[in-house]
C-alpha cells in the first residue's frame, strides 16, 4: 500500500484544485459497514460504484445514510446548484477530509456527470487495487483514504477516442471495455467509426446485405499496405442493433457520448460490394467487387445518384434511432474522383445541378446530408475536407492511405466557389454548411482554424499530434511502425487551441480526440499497445488546465504514471512499457511505414 500523499499526488488527469489537510482529524476509512447514500439524480452513479469498487474491495456499499446522524464511515453522492453554477455540470468537489462529521466521503457535482467523474477520482485515491475484480488483500481491510479536498472541472465538453472498428473488427465486450477506459480517464466522447472499405459493422434492418456481404472480408494485408505478407484468415464481424443499443445504454451509464460515424461517399468498397448499385456503374464492374482486403484510399465511391442517397437516408434513420447523440458523423474524407470524373451519370448530375466540377458534386453530396440531418434534430460533423470538397486525394494512387501518410494539402475555398456553394442548399455559413455543422480537424489546425473563424464549432484531432496510430518511439522494435514518431510527452505537450485564434473563434473549439486506426492493430492487445500510456497523457490535455506545451512539467507527470501504470495493469491493459515493447509486442518482419523527422505544423 502507498502512502497518502502518493496517492493524491498521482492524480491523472490532474486536477483543478486539491486541498491536502495535514491538519485534517485523520485518515477515513471505508469499512465493511460503509453504506452509500445517493440523493436524487445520483442513483446511476451509485449503481456503478457497487459495480466497480465493490468486487475490488468486497465491500457491500449498502444503501443508507441518509438518517439525521448519517454514517461516519460512509459515501454520500450529491447533486449542488451551487456547484454547477461555479464549476459547470461537469464539476465536482470530493471532501476527505473528515470536516464532516456524518460522512466519510461527501462527493458533490453539478450534474450526475459531475458526481461520476468525482466518484473517478475517488477510486483512484482507494489504490491500485480498486481496479481489480475480486480483492487481492484480506477482504475485511479497511480502504483508508487520504484527508483532503478536490474541487475540478473539464477545459473541453469534447474530450474523446475516436476507434475504427472497420479495419479490424473489434467485439462487443472489448468495446465495453474501452467504455470503461475512458471513464477511468474522464473521456467523455467515443466516436465508432463503423463503416469503411473494409468492412460494415452494424446491422441497417432494411439493407441486409450491408452485413451478411460487407461486414466480411476473404484476407487480410499484414503489415503496411505494401508487405507482401497476408493473413489468409477471412476477417469480420458486425454489431446487431441490439449490440448497439447494449453499447450506447453502457456509455450513457458512464456519461459517455457514442458518435456513431456512417463514411460517404468515399470509403464505401463494403457497401459497394454488398449493394452494387451504389457505385458509378458506368465505369466499373461494380457486382465484381468485394470487401476490400488492403489499406489505403480506394477509388470505389459512390455514385451521385438519386437512388443512392434514399439508400443512405434509411441507414441514417436507422442509426437515428439507435444512437441519441447530437452529432452523427459522416467521413467525408478521401473521396478520390476519378470515377466521377469518368461516370456520364455523375457528369450529368454536375451540370444539373450547375456545380462547377467534381469537388462541388461531394460538396452537394455532404450538404445534402447536412440539411437532412438538421431537419430531424441532429448536428452533422465531418472530417475537414467537409470544408472544401475533399479534393487532397485527387491525383494520387488508389493505394495511398492518409492516415499512414504525412503529406497534407491544405486548399482553402475561393470566394467565388464559396458564393456558388452557398448560393444553393438554404441557410448555410460562409463554406457552404449548415450553421450547426462541426469540424472534425485531422490534417492539422488549419481546417478547424478555417472552420472556427466561420462559427463552426471544431473538434481538435490533428493526425501530427493524437493519431495514436503513429508509432511511439524510432527503432526496430516498435511493431509494424506506422508515421511520425509521438511519444508520451509529444501527447503531453499538444495543445487543442492553436496561437492567434480570436477568442470568438477559439470558443468553437469544443474539444479534442485522440483517433485510432486499426490497418496494423490486428487485436485488442494491439490496440492496448498503441493506445496506452499516450491517452493518459492526452486525458490531461483534454481535462485539465495545463500551461503552454513548453511550460508543462512533463517530469511531474512522468512521476504521476509510475502510480498510473499499477491502475493500468490491474485494469489488465497491454500498454507500451516505458522502455520498450515487450518481446510478444513486437512483429518482427511485419513491415510498417515509419515516417523521419518532425511531423509538419500545419
Not at 466561420?454 to 527503432?475: F, I, N, S
Not at 504514471?561 to 500498454?575: E, K, S
Amino acid at each position: 500500500m502507498h502512502d497518502d500523499h502518493d496517492r493524491h499526488e498521482s492524480l491523472i488527469p490532474a486536477p483543478g484544485r486539491v486541498e491536502a489537510r495535514g491538519d485534517a482529524p485523520g485518515s477515513r476509512s471505508l469499512d465493511a459497514d460503509a453504506t452509500l447514500d445517493a440523493g436524487p439524480g445520483t442513483e446511476g452513479v451509485a449503481r456503478w460504484l457497487r459495480a466497480a469498487l465493490g468486487p475490488a474491495t468486497g465491500l457491500p456499499f449498502a444503501p443508507g445514510g441518509g438518517g439525521p446522524a448519517g454514517d461516519p464511515g460512509g459515501i454520500r453522492l450529491r447533486i449542488s446548484p451551487a456547484i454547477e453554477e461555479a464549476y459547470g455540470p461537469e464539476g465536482y468537489r470530493l471532501s476527505t477530509d473528515g470536516s464532516l462529521d456524518d460522512v466519510a466521503v461527501l462527493i458533490e457535482g453539478g450534474s450526475a456527470a459531475g458526481v461520476f467523474w468525482g466518484a473517478q477520482t475517488l477510486r483512484q485515491l482507494l489504490g491500485p487495487d480498486a481496479y481489480r475484480k475480486a480483492p487481492v488483500r484480506r477482504v475485511d481491510r479497511d480502504w483508508d483514504l487520504p484527508p483532503l479536498t478536490v474541487t475540478d472541472s473539464p477545459r473541453f465538453p469534447w474530450r474523446g477516442l475516436m476507434l475504427d472498428v472497420s479495419r479490424h473488427f473489434m467485439p462487443k465486450d472489448d468495446v465495453l471495455r474501452y467504455l470503461d477506459l475512458l471513464a477511468a480517464h474522464k473521456l467523455n466522447v467515443f466516436h465508432f467509426h463503423l463503416t469503411d472499405d473494409q468492412g460494415w459493422r452494424i446491422e441497417i434492418k432494411r439493407h441486409p446485405r450491408l452485413t451478411e456481404v460487407g461486414a466480411w472480408r476473404g484476407r487480410t494485408k499484414w503489415g503496411h499496405r505494401a508487405s507482401p505478407l497476408w493473413n489468409e484468415t477471412p476477417h469480420g464481424g458486425y454489431y446487431t442493433q441490439d449490440d448497439i443499443r447494449e453499447i450506447v445504454a453502457y456509455a450513457g451509464e458512464r456519461h459517455i457520448t457514442v458518435v456513431p460515424e456512417i463514411d460517404i461517399p468515399g470509403h464505401s468498397q463494403a457497401a459497394i460490394a454488398a449493394y452494387p448499385e451504389l457505385g458509378n456503374t458506368d465505369v466499373v464492374d461494380t457486382a465484381a467487387l468485394t470487401v476490400w482486403d488492403t489499406w489505403g484510399v480506394n477509388p470505389n465511391v459512390l455514385a451521385p445518384t438519386d437512388a443512392t442517397l434514399r439508400f443512405y437516408e434509411g441507414v441514417f434513420e436507422e442509426v437515428l434511432d439507435l444512437f441519441p447523440s447530437t452529432f452523427v458523423h459522416v467521413g467525408g474524407d478521401e473521396c478520390p474522383k476519378g470515377q466521377w470524373k469518368e461516370s456520364a451519370t455523375a457528369q450529368a448530375r454536375i451540370k444539373e445541378l450547375g456545380l462547377a466540377d467534381e469537388n462541388e458534386l461531394q460538396s452537394w453530396f455532404i450538404r445534402h446530408f447536412d440539411r437532412w440531418l438538421a431537419d430531424r434534430g441532429r448536428r452533422l460533423i465531418g472530417w475537414d475536407e467537409i470544408l472544401e470538397g475533399g479534393s487532397r486525394a485527387e491525383g494520387r494512387a488508389a493505394v495511398e492511405s492518409d492516415e499512414e501518410e504525412g503529406a497534407r494539402d491544405e486548399r482553402p475555398l475561393d470566394e467565388e466557389r464559396r458564393q456558388r456553394v452557398r448560393a444553393r442548399g438554404g441557410e448555410t455559413t460562409e463554406l457552404g454548411l449548415a450553421p450547426g455543422a462541426a469540424v472534425s480537424s485531422w490534417r492539422g489546425y488549419a481546417g478547424g482554424i478555417t472552420a472556427a473563424e466561420a462559427g463552426h464549432d471544431v473538434v481538435m484531432c490533428p493526425e501530427q499530434q493524437v493519431y495514436l496510430d503513429h508509432r511511439q518511439a524510432p527503432g526496430e522494435d516498435e511493431p509494424m511502425p506506422i508515421g511520425y514518431v509521438r511519444t508520451l510527452e509529444d501527447v503531453y505537450r499538444f495543445e487543442p487551441v492553436p496561437p492567434g485564434l480570436s477568442p470568438e473563434a477559439a470558443a468553437h473549439v469544443i474539444g479534442t480526440q485522440a483517433n485510432v486506426w486499426t490497418e496494423v492493430m490486428e487485436n485488442r492487445g494491439r490496440v492496448d499497445y498503441q493506445v496506452f500510456p499516450r491517452l493518459a497523457a492526452f486525458a490531461e490535455v483534454a481535462w485539465s488546465a495545463l500551461p503552454a506545451p513548453a511550460e508543462r512539467d512533463f517530469a511531474a507527470f512522468e512521476r504521476r504514471m509510475a502510480a498510473h501504470y499499477r491502475r493500468l495493469d490491474a485494469l489488465g491493459v497491454g500498454y507500451r512499457p516505458p522502455t520498450g515493447p515487450l518481446p510478444w509486442q513486437r512483429r518482427p518482419g511485419v513491415l510498417g511505414r515509419p515516417i523521419e523527422g518532425l511531423p509538419p505544423n500545419v
